[in-house]
């Protein structure tokens, strides 16, 4: 009878034992399922105000390329309004791959918060100011700033995820950088145009 007790005592120990371990798996996968949920909210998130972001400043790109009143100028603000675009409509694809319905309430958001960008203080309310060049070519060139960051972020997401195109993020950033190094050529020309007297250019350049 002793040994039959053990028995039955071995083979209780051992079936809750098995039960601890399969409810603390069960615990792990479902705390597991719970971050990857709130990872995903939070990706969605963050690609949607990108993509709101990217809204507004098309809108701005393309406003300022029809206002330049500097024939090269408006050509270079012009073809990069139109890679702005581009590079937009891939982020959409992205976030479709990703399974991230765009969010058209953000997008309606970016583009409204571009035109009330109009009313800013820059000297002049109905028309253009002088400082109108300095301050959007600034406002582009953080924006494209800004994508280049949200590339990169999901550049080091795709060492973990097949659905993010890394050659493609690559081309990205590559063309967000010089789009940026084309914005502080035209941000320096308007702020030596815009703020910079006649005499303190003479003296540089003599």
């Not at 253009?128 to 590339?151: F, N, Y």
Request: charged share 30%; hydrophobic share 40%.
């Amino acid at each position: 009878m002793t040994k039959f007790e053990d028995s039955w005592r071995d083979l209780g120990e051992s079936v809750g034992r098995e039960m601890h371990a399969e409810a603390d798996g069960a615990n792990r996968t479902g705390t597991s399922a719970a971050d990857d949920a709130e990872k995903t909210r939070l990706l969605a998130i963050y690609l949607n105000d990108h993509y709101a972001g990217a809204t507004g400043g098309l809108e701005l790109f393309r406003r300022t390329a029809q206002a330049s009143t500097d024939a090269a100028g408006g050509t270079a603000l012009a073809d990069l309004a139109q890679q702005v675009e581009e590079d937009r409509d891939a982020l959409a694809r992205i976030m479709t791959d990703l399974g991230v319905p765009t969010s058209q309430s953000k997008a309606a958001m970016g583009w409204l918060a571009e035109k009330a960008g109009r009313l800013k203080p820059n000297g002049h309310i109905l028309t253009r100011s002088p400082l109108s060049d300095l301050l959007e070519t600034e406002s582009m060139l953080l924006g494209v700033l800004g994508k280049a960051a949200c590339w990169r972020t999901l550049r080091i997401l795709a060492e973990s995820d097949d659905r993010l195109p890394a050659d493609h993020l690559d081309t990205l950033l590559e063309r967000a950088e010089q789009q940026s190094a084309t914005l502080e050529e035209l941000r320096s020309a308007a702020a030596s145009r815009t703020l910079s007297s006649e005499d303190h250019k003479l003296a540089r350049h003599p």
